[in-house]
């Protein structure tokens, strides 16, 4: 008897050992800064881009102009700027200059189709992803020559800022689909 509620103690043990191990999910493993960066970007991008997909071409030439709007950037005016400032930021991060003409904060003058504006937008979150790509803890926050004055910044800042100025723009361009009777895609998930 006594062998048998040893075996049924052993039996019970590694089974609820065994139970334990599969409820138990693995920890994952700590993530670099550069993929917490990128995953971020990564994020930004979505709802950006499918902002930008969604809205007809025929409103790209809209902004708002009811309440305090006067000289908003149109909806095409937005996506410009947005690709322009991830061009110009990226190649701080990389400490070149762009493999093509932003055109200022504007974006370039040429750009005007839906299909040049998405093109030139996906174009820059590419380069960006390449910037923060080539991020790592040693060099993210060295100081280099800010592009815009006289101050330093970290190739981490700039990557950051880059973040909160997609979305940023991303927050004012809900209120264009919006104003359109379009409902942003990643409100319907």
Same mark, same amino acid.
């Given at each position: 008897?006594?062998?048998? !509620?040893?075996? @049924? +103690? !052993?039996?019970?043990? @590694? ?91 504007? +974006? ?23 910037? !923060? ?10 100081? @280099? ?35 359109? +009777? ?8």
């Amino acid at each position: 008897m006594k062998t048998i !509620i040893s075996f @049924l +103690g !052993i039996f019970l043990a @590694l089974g609820c050992a065994a139970a334990l191990g599969q409820q138990m999910p693995k920890p994952e493993p700590p993530r670099t800064l550069t993929q917490v960066m990128d995953r971020a970007l990564s994020n930004a991008e979505k709802e950006f881009v499918s902002a930008v997909e969604v809205m007809p071409e025929d409103k790209y030439g809209y902004a708002p102009t009811d309440g305090e709007f006067k000289g908003v950037r149109t909806f095409a005016g937005q996506i410009k700027h947005v690709a322009a400032a991830n061009y110009e930021f990226a190649g701080a991060i990389l400490q070149e200059k762009p493999p093509v003409d932003f055109g200022g904060e504007e +974006g370039p003058a040429s750009v005007k189709t839906k299909k040049e504006i998405e093109d030139f937008l996906k174009g820059s979150f590419a380069y960006m992803h390449k910037a !923060i790509a080539s991020m790592n803890e040693k060099n993210a926050t060295e100081s @280099l020559k800010s592009p815009w004055g006289q101050n330093t910044i970290t190739r981490l800042g700039i990557s950051t800022l880059t973040v909160a100025h997609v979305f940023d723009h991303y927050g004012q361009m809900v209120v264009y689909l919006r104003h359109n +009777g379009i409902v942003p895609p990643m409100s319907k998930q």
